[in-house]
């Protein structure tokens, strides 16, 4: 009786503990059923891979990569036999036209073409330059990604100064409102602290509208279709991007994708247009065979000597010299003022580039010294703040130091933030202009790939 009592109790206790599990699984399975509150973060690095795994920018490039190679590859296949096998049958009254056969198989192919020989040529060429149109979109995405990242982590950045800052000016316009009532000071001050706040007010709404078009910006590139998307500041290379050297001069720019991309697409309307001019008077070797089993329903015996032998078979090689056709003449025309039009855009293309080389070693100097000069402007407003509290909270007059009002106080803060902005921009200016001057000097993929901690596309951190 004792052993059974204990067995007893065993499957009682047993049994809460299932209930107890199969109420968990239930609370588990009703909370994974929710929608996620939570906002997805992606890291600089991963918000890069992603941009290049998830851009329709980079999807077209590649579908014309693809289309380059299968051009190349239809222009190839002329020389590959080409079989194709027909059959019918029919009735027929009389002599008949041609040979009736129940089925026909034929195989025919171009064994020589001077013309097409040069469009193989010229295709080789367009997948060259489909492959560095390619790679210059991809550094086109990375540049965009990166300066995006780096803008919205910006606008976060001001948006938080921006913020304090409409605080201590709301803060001002209370205590000259004050001072308004009790008769220290005039309606005209009033009117400026409200137009203080007012001002701040506006920059702290365009910040906040720059911030939701980067984030949507950033989401069209990433392919992300969350609520939200929060970037990692800590993610950042700062290191990496405050190591970058300024160009010394345009010449450091090597020509980039798009531009080798451009001379190699003239090239191959080089090619073409030579393979064009060289149609006429050129002799055109082709291939053929032919088998067919004659019908005996259509009494061909009859009217041909078959001898018994319904097969027939014929192979040849045949030989063509075009001596004249306009239309070819035109053609060629066309293809060499084609082939002229694109040597033209490559010099165009290479003198803007040097044009942008120079105006961006201009820029990022100028930009050098902007974010010095706002990184000093903060540090000093930064200190006359932290002395003018100092002597607000400790009472020190002197006849140099007057004493500083509540009013002071707010004018020194809010200008402390301000400063801050400053500060800000004129760095997200210079981390950009960098980001340019790597793709311009073709570094941007080698800078990319030695990032610490990068992570392979389509990865986050949750």
Known sequence: MFYRTIRCADYKHLGVQL???????????IIASMPSLTYAQISFSTAIDLALKNSPRVKMAEDDAKRAAVSLAEMKDVFIPRVTGSSGLGASSGITLSV??????SAESLLFDYSQLGNVRAGRLGVQAADLSLRGTREQVEEDAIVTYLSLDSAYQCQTAITSQYEYA?????I???????GYENELELKKARRTALQIKLQ????EDRIATLTEHLRGLTGL???SELIV????????LSSVILLESASMCPDSPNTLSAEVDAKAKLERAFGDSRYMWMPQVAFEAKYGRISPFNSASTYYNLNGNYNTLAVGVQFQFPVLDLGRKAKARESMIEAAHAEHQVASLRSQQREDCLQLQHSSSQLATRAELTELDQEIATTQLKVALLQQEQGVVTSATPPITPKEGQNARIQERQRYLDMIEATGQLQAAKVHLLRQSGKLDEWVNS??????AGQSNP
Do not use: M, Y
């Open 19 to 29: 209930l107890s599990l199969f109420q968990r699984g239930l609370w588990l399975f």
């Open 100 to 105: 009736p056969t129940i089925f026909t198989i």
């Open 170 to 174: 709301l803060r001002l316009v209370s």
């Open 176 to 182: 000259v409102q004050e001072r308004f009532e009790a």
């Open 204 to 207: 702290k709404s365009q910040v």
């Open 225 to 227: 279709t969350n609520e």
């Open 233 to 240: 500041s800590e993610s950042i290379p700062r290191d990496g």
């Open 451 to 456: 990032l610490a901690g990068h992570v392979k």
